[in-house]
């Protein structure tokens, strides 16, 4: 079945810039959404199709995927952007058709 | 407002059956796919299954993890979405979420993708004797 990697922490200080990378086989082929989960709250899409953003989500979170790996930068971090981050691809397939990454807690500073 | 709200989750012994809905509004229930999400105390997240528009002919899909003991349904005239959930193991302690599913397309031109577009608050289910 189809794997996505992710480091399981990136810690940033306020102001300054934060990678969250997803490595998966040739993923650069295939769509990337990304999910932002606060503690004890529901997940919320911040980045889709790679690189849009849905309505309300800041210009500051963007996405890009080549290769073998996705990325999602949050620009000037902010304390409140501190949560948990999955990447996700469909891959039909596997039989998982919905594959998560392993998530990313971002610390901030 | 779209909205997403599930109910049904609770205690129950290792062995028996639960039945969770998601009651959906703000959007055309019948026109989008649905998903079951999970997430054990701790962990990540793990797609349950999910159940495809009457457009796209209705159909299911589940992680291997639940194949044969769960069931998607959904009653587009109520807009609810509905996880009935059998012979429970204690590894089925989660909170499940429900969502809502966009379709993407790309190329080559048959390619075809899901994603999670919007999600409920969730429901616990704790399976313990």
């Known amino acids: 079945s189809y794997v996505l990697t992710q480091p399981p922490s990136v810690s940033v200080a306020p102001g300054q810039t934060a990678r969250i990378t997803c490595g998966g086989n040739?993923?650069?082929?295939?769509?990337v959404h990304w999910y932002q989960q606060k503690p004890g709250q529901a997940p919320v899409l911040v980045v889709y199709?790679?690189?849009d953003r849905p309505s309300g989500i800041p210009e500051r979170f963007s996405g890009s995927n080549s290769g073998n790996t996705a990325t999602l930068t949050i620009s000037r971090v902010e304390a409140g952007d501190e949560a948990d981050y999955y990447c996700?691809?469909?891959?039909?397939?596997?039989?998982?058709?919905?594959?998560f990454g392993t998530g990313t807690k971002v610390t901030v500073l | 407002e779209v909205q997403l709200v599930e109910s049904g989750g609770g205690l129950v012994q290792p062995g028996r059956s639960l039945r969770l809905s998601c009651t959906a509004s703000?959007?055309?229930?019948?026109?989008?796919?649905m998903s079951w999400v999970r997430q054990a105390p701790g962990k990540g997240l793990e797609w349950v299954g999910f159940?495809?528009?009457?457009?796209?002919?209705?159909?299911?899909e589940y992680a291997a993890s639940v194949k044969g003991r769960f069931t998607i349904s959904r009653d587009d005239s109520k807009s609810i979405a509905y996880l009935q959930m059998n012979s429970l193991k204690t590894e089925d302690t989660a909170v499940y979420y429900c969502?809502?599913?966009?379709?993407?397309?790309?190329?080559?031109?048959?390619?075809?993708?899901?994603?999670?577009?919007?999600w409920g608050k969730g429901t616990t289910v704790t399976v313990s004797s």
């Open positions: 969502t809502r599913d966009l379709r993407g397309a790309g190329t080559p031109e048959d390619y075809y993708y899901y994603y999670m577009d919007v």
């Open positions: 703000g959007f055309t229930f019948g026109d989008y796919a």
């Open positions: 159940i495809r528009s009457k457009a796209y002919g209705g159909t299911t």
């Open positions: 040739n993923i650069g082929s295939k769509s």
């Open positions: 199709d790679d690189s």
């Open positions: 996700q691809v469909w891959d039909s397939s596997s039989d998982h058709f919905y594959v």
